[in-house]
């Protein structure tokens, strides 16, 4: 049962274009979701992150927007750069209890960005 | 700060043998997850430690166990090793210092196991 999917296993666009990631998840008690962008034999890097009673937070170049209702969420990167380039993975935990220490993660998705 | 540190970074084994793997968080941070990564089965959570107890633990086999020590380092280790625990080996630390932002982890660079 994968609560967390990313359905796109890429993504390619050009460079200065927007790239939107998606991923969706069904469970309800996730009530924190994160970005991290990761290159081939290294460790995940935190980018973004929203909490579920936001809609909305930027940091830069990077917008993460969450919609409950239809439990989805996506990463607005603008504009793309060549050093985007990357796989890209959607996380999601819930609230205490078994949750503790636990991020969900979706399968990931492989943005190339192209000059 | 410096960030989380893993060692050793590349490992090979063979079927049968055991393996220690170390985690340094980053100062200040309590909690330690630890996750398997493999082409397969993706990102997958282990087990977590808080203040030297498991509190969280995956679904994987009793031959994965861990530990965290008095000034939050942790070690995992695998015992008899099967050609499917090759894997990237993934340790993240967080402050759990209130609220949401808490929980967000970041990574160690990870360690490449190899079973023969």
């Known amino acids: 049962d994968q609560q967390v999917k990313q359905n796109s296993p890429s993504l390619s666009v050009q460079e200065g274009r927007i790239s939107i990631l998606n991923c969706d998840y069904t469970?309800?008690?996730?009530?924190?979701f994160l970005w991290y962008k990761k290159y081939p034999a290294e460790g995940p890097t935190f980018l973004i992150s929203?909490?579920?009673?936001?809609d909305k937070n930027e940091d830069g170049r990077f917008t993460v927007f969450l919609n409950k209702s239809a439990k989805h969420l996506s990463l607005h990167i603008v504009p793309s750069q060549p050093g985007d380039s990357a796989v890209y993975f959607c996380?999601?935990?819930?609230?205490?209890?078994?949750?503790?220490?636990?991020?969900?993660f979706g399968q990931g998705t492989i943005l190339t960005v192209h000059p | 700060k410096a960030g989380v540190t893993q060692t050793p970074r590349y490992l090979i084994k063979t079927r049968g043998q055991q393996v220690t793997l170390s985690c340094s968080p980053i100062?200040?941070?309590?909690?330690v997850s630890w996750y398997q990564q493999t082409p397969g089965q993706g990102l997958q959570f282990l087990f977590e430690?808080?203040?030297?107890?498991?509190?969280n633990k995956g679904n994987f086999p009793g031959r994965f166990s861990g530990r965290q020590f008095s000034n939050s380092r942790s070690e995992m280790n695998v015992s008899t090793l099967e050609l499917g625990d090759s894997a990237l080996y993934l340790c993240?630390?967080?402050?759990?210092?209130?609220?949401?932002?808490?929980?967000?982890?970041?990574f160690g660079p990870g360690t490449r196991l190899t079973v023969l």
């Open positions: 929203i909490s579920s009673i936001k």
């Open positions: 996380a999601a935990s819930g609230a205490g209890g078994t949750s503790y220490g636990k991020l969900t």
């Open positions: 993240a630390s967080s402050d759990e210092s209130g609220g949401l932002e808490g929980d967000t982890q970041y």
């Open positions: 100062s200040g941070h309590r909690s």
């Open positions: 430690y808080f203040s030297e107890t498991q509190r």
């Open positions: 469970n309800s008690m996730f009530d924190y």
